[in-house]
């Protein structure tokens, strides 16, 4: 599978350009993971550090999760991969994780968060609070974090992909 990106509009309304970004970088770190063998997915930066391209998709996978369905919509849904024991589980891999579980997950993960995010305007707060800090936030908010949260990754995961092939890109 080849991963389409497409560059955001740049006359777009307020909504579609935040969507547009989002989308933008959520295929990012798609077409940064592309082509590569589990184990090459598991494969950490370098010690200590536990960062991998899969740990990256796991653990966006959660901050979708507790963004849109749990923040926004007050779903109240565990955790995927960590734990109070294992704040880290998302970048705590095994043999046994592999490619297609992490990548189902977060794609299903981002189908849900675009259904919450359909649900409501840019204006309208959650309906729920964040777990550590108790506030609640408006869509645009949420939205701007994502693009934010996604880019510092998509840097880190850049780096990931240099040190297991070479392969660079924007």
């Known amino acids: 599978m080849t991963i389409e990106r497409s560059e955001p509009a740049t006359t777009a309304d307020e909504r579609t350009m935040l969507e547009g970004w989002l ?18 997915l598991r494969t950490a930066s370098v010690e200590p550090s536990t960062l991998s391209l899969m740990g990256l998709v796991r653990h966006m996978a959660e901050v979708e999760r507790g963004w849109f369905r749990n923040v926004m919509a007050d779903e109240g849904l565990g955790p995927i991969y960590f734990s109070d024991e294992d704040p880290d589980g998302d970048f705590h891999l095994t043999e046994a994780d592999t490619w297609a579980e992490a990548h189902a997950t977060w794609r299903a993960e981002i189908a849900a968060a675009s259904e919450i995010a359909a649900r409501f305007t840019l204006d309208d707060v959650s309906v729920g609070k964040h777990r550590r800090t108790g506030e609640r936030f408006n869509l645009r908010w949420i939205y701007t974090h994502m693009i934010e949260e996604y880019a510092r990754h998509n840097g880190h995961a850049d780096l990931l992909r240099e040190r297991i092939d070479g392969q660079t890109g924007d």
């Open 23 to 40: 989308t933008y970088h959520r295929e990012t770190l798609a077409w940064k993971c592309e082509g590569l063998t589990d184990e090459q």
